[in-house]
């Protein structure tokens, strides 16, 4: 019922920026809260950032002051701009909506992930 595609991952090399964007479709009544997590290998995966709707804005410590999140709520798109990156940041970056779904008997919130993005930081 919704989709969130990402795009944006890529090789990078460090100190250097990348974006990442995602984008939700589907039968959206309203988007509570978008963000990013990531995974590295061998890692569990781990909140990078977030976003709600009133644009309050919450980070991992790892990446405060590098990393800005920011979303438009018209679009229904979350924008993750990563700079000064480091090879610690090198993982699987994923897209993250809570969301609430207009149905048939009324509306239901739930978690929806989009299918990951490639970022590599290396040299």
């Known amino acids: 019922q919704v989709q969130l595609v990402e795009s944006g991952g890529g090789l990078v090399q460090p100190g250097g920026s990348l974006r990442l964007s995602c984008a939700a479709s589907g039968s959206i009544s309203s988007i509570y809260t978008m963000g990013w997590y990531r995974q590295a290998p061998g890692k569990q995966r781990e909140l990078v950032a977030t976003?709600?709707?009133?644009?309050?804005?919450n980070y991992a410590d790892s990446v405060k002051g590098r990393f800005t999140i920011s979303r438009d709520n018209a679009k229904n798109t979350v924008i993750l701009q990563m700079n000064s990156l480091k090879p610690e940041d090198t993982a699987v970056y994923y897209c993250y909506a809570r969301v609430a779904v207009a149905t048939g008997s009324g509306v239901r919130t739930s978690a929806y992930w989009g299918q990951g993005s490639q970022l590599t930081v290396s040299s």
């Open positions: 976003i709600v709707i009133s644009d309050v804005p």
